[in-house]
């Protein structure tokens, strides 16, 4: 929430500049993701409110910036082609098919938030953390490519003009923070360039031309009842679409946030972030909107233009929402050219370049993951190639430690002990068994864990293995070094896993 007590006067100014700056950077996004959706575009440009708007107030990150995005976009496509279909095969008109479309959509929003919510209450925002950082790298690269390659549209049947204008943007995005960073550089772009091109009456693609945001003046949300909302064989049909919009909301958003933690040093709630999505998608769905989540570009635009409190996400919302709805002659003028250069200087930003410095250095495997991540994000989706970065890591990492070793010797009493190094887990469970000399071992053996540990239940049951071997042959097993988590494992294990304290100074265990 707004703690007003940390906010000096230079706080207050950076936020509102740089939400002013955001404000006018997402529409262009939000139209563009509502025609891919198949969806009006005052249904993004809701989304971008409404979105940005609750996680301004209640996210995990201070200053991130929320709304439609492309990856949430191309879920909706799947479930607007098998709803269209489906609804068309009734004989409907077409007003009527799209109309329904667009419920389906707010249905399948609505219970992807609330499967966000129950992931951020269940505390499984958490495991972002086990994203390796050439993961995290590769998406940065991957989508600061894919940002940069997403404006090449824009720039199909253009003339020099529109060229010209994306180099001075740039170039003022460029040179003025070196000089004073008392305003955003992107909000001078904006004004400056959108004056010229007014004042000069050059031939450049302007907002107006992607679409008219007249048509949406004072067309504030208002609350929609999902006609479906309570139709099992609707509620069906889209569960599916839902799981995979909250699971690549969730990822894109927390990995968003990781970005921005590096960015100012400072940590957010992962699975706070993950109840505000929920909730703020919940609210799009009953207000309107489609299914959105944090937006890494504009989310960068705010943190370089100074914007690094809530008051500049909720500026953003705000600000978009008033310029749509009052002031949508002022947007009608603005170059589309301007938004493209800054989205450049943004994916020069975003990109991680000290990664390329380092990719020489860095484990092959680390290399493997960081280019596969970069490439499955770009030709893809980043869902599916933070998946694919965190799949590879845990292989790569199982195969390196799928060995455990064992050092021997014989005490006094001629007790022959099995000194264990390494970890029990289901790579090493299979290899575990050829460490031991069944046949030739002595009546009394021992296996010491002091330097070993027992993770999981295939650890367990080569444990397990190994001592009704040492039983079916005649001999004792104890079990030496056993930690308290080690135990707990134990105690669930199979009928040759009993155990008791034996000496409680080595805390021994053994089996009988």
Not at 12 to 34: C, R, T, W
Not at 123 to 142: T, W
Not at 198 to 205: E, G, K, V
Not at 332 to 339: G, K, R, S
Request: proline letters at 3%; aromatic letters at 8%.
């Amino acid at each position: 929430m707004f703690d007003l007590k940390k906010y000096s006067s230079k706080n207050i100014k950076n936020d509102i500049l740089s939400g002013l700056v955001v404000s006018v950077a997402l529409v262009p996004e939000a139209v563009a993701f509502s025609f891919i959706a198949g969806v009006s575009p005052i249904v993004g440009l809701y989304t971008a409110f409404i979105l940005g708007l609750v996680t301004a107030i209640i996210g995990g990150k201070a200053g991130m910036i929320s709304g439609a995005t492309g990856a949430v976009a191309i879920v909706l496509v799947g479930l607007s082609l098998k709803a269209n279909t489906l609804l068309s095969a009734q004989g409907l008109e077409a007003e009527a098919v799209t109309m329904s479309v667009l419920h389906y959509i707010l249905l399948a929003t609505i219970i992807a938030g609330i499967i966000q919510i129950a992931i951020g209450s269940l505390k499984l925002g958490k495991f972002i953390r086990l994203v390796p950082v050439p993961a995290i790298h590769g998406f940065v690269n991957g989508l600061a490519i894919v940002i940069a390659t997403s404006q090449f549209k824009f720039l199909e049947g253009q003339g020099y003009i529109m060229y010209i204008l994306i180099a001075l943007t740039m170039f003022i995005m460029y040179a003025l923070p070196k000089v004073t960073k008392a305003i955003p550089a992107g909000l001078v772009a904006i004004i400056i360039l959108t004056l010229g091109v007014y004042f000069t009456h050059a031939n450049t693609l302007l907002l107006s031309d992607l679409a008219d945001m007249s048509q949406f003046a004072g067309q504030l949300p208002h609350f929609i009842m999902p006609q479906n909302i309570l139709s099992l064989d609707a509620i069906i049909m889209v569960l599916p679409y839902s799981v995979i919009i909250a699971l690549v909301g969730v990822i894109e958003s927390l990995l968003t946030l990781s970005v921005l933690d590096e960015l100012s040093n400072t940590r957010g709630s992962a699975n706070k972030e993950c109840i505000a999505q929920g909730t703020g998608n919940i609210a799009c769905g009953f207000f309107g909107g489609m299914a959105g989540c944090a937006m890494i570009g504009q989310s960068i635009i705010n943190y370089t233009s100074g914007g690094i409190g809530r008051l500049s996400s909720f500026t953003a919302a705000v600000g978009l929402m008033i310029l749509v709805v009052s002031m949508s002659s002022v947007l009608n003028a603005i170059p589309v050219a301007v938004l493209v250069g800054i989205m450049f200087m943004v994916s020069i930003g975003t990109f991680e370049w000290s990664s390329f410095s380092r990719l020489n250095k860095m484990p092959k495997t680390d290399a493997f993951v960081m280019l596969t991540v970069t490439i499955i994000t770009v030709v893809e989706d980043l869902a599916v190639a933070v998946i694919a970065g965190v799949i590879i890591s845990a292989l790569a990492f199982a195969w390196k430690h799928a060995k455990i070793f064992s050092h021997t010797h014989i005490e006094e009493d001629g007790t022959k002990v099995y000194e264990l190094d390494g970890p029990l887990f289901f790579g090493s469970a299979s290899t575990f068994g050829d460490n031991f000399d069944i046949e030739n071992d002595p009546p009394k053996v021992v296996i010491d864990f002091k330097e070993a540990r027992v993770m999981d239940a295939s650890g367990v049951e080569a444990i397990d293995a190994i001592t009704k071997k040492y039983e079916d042959a005649g001999k004792n097993l104890l079990l030496r070094h056993l930690s308290e988590d080690c135990k707990h494992i134990l105690k669930k294990a199979g009928p040759h896993c009993a155990y008791e304290e034996d000496d409680p100074t080595y805390k021994v265990a053994f089996n009988y």
